[in-house]
């Protein structure tokens, strides 16, 4: 089992910036990538971002390509999502995810269903 905990959620006016953060603790040797997802009330569940450990290949969703930026510590098994120049449109519950080693990352990084591990959230709240 992999145990992923989301922090550094809040409310920011629009224009600011908060960084979120996972930490992934347990099996982690199992997971090739991960990934970052958000839900916004009566919504689907989406793509934000996504790297690999250990090529850092990165994705974005187009709505948050320039804004938004993930990075990895691949030692402490860290991951991190830095989002500037946020929209009310960002607001959302946002949800960190593991993607198991069997999955091909490059076809299925954006998929919901492809990750195995979630951890509980964490509410971002942009006002306008």
């Known amino acids: 089992q992999v145990q992923l905990v989301e922090s550094g959620g809040g409310l920011v006016q629009a224009g600011g910036s908060l960084r979120l953060s996972c930490a992934a603790s347990g099996r982690t040797f199992s997971t090739y990538a991960m990934g970052w997802f958000r839900q916004a009330p009566g919504k689907e569940r989406e793509f934000v971002a996504s790297?690999?450990?250990?090529?850092?290949?990165?994705y974005y969703a187009d709505s948050v390509k320039g804004r938004f930026t993930i990075s990895r510590d691949n030692a402490r098994k860290w991951v991190y999502l830095e989002m500037n120049s946020l929209k009310p449109e960002d607001t959302a519950v946002y949800y960190c995810a593991a993607l198991g080693l069997r999955k091909n990352y490059y076809s299925h990084y954006d998929t919901v269903s492809a990750y195995d591990y979630w951890g509980q959230g964490t509410q971002v709240t942009v006002s306008s």
């Open positions: 790297i690999a450990w250990s090529t850092a290949t990165t």
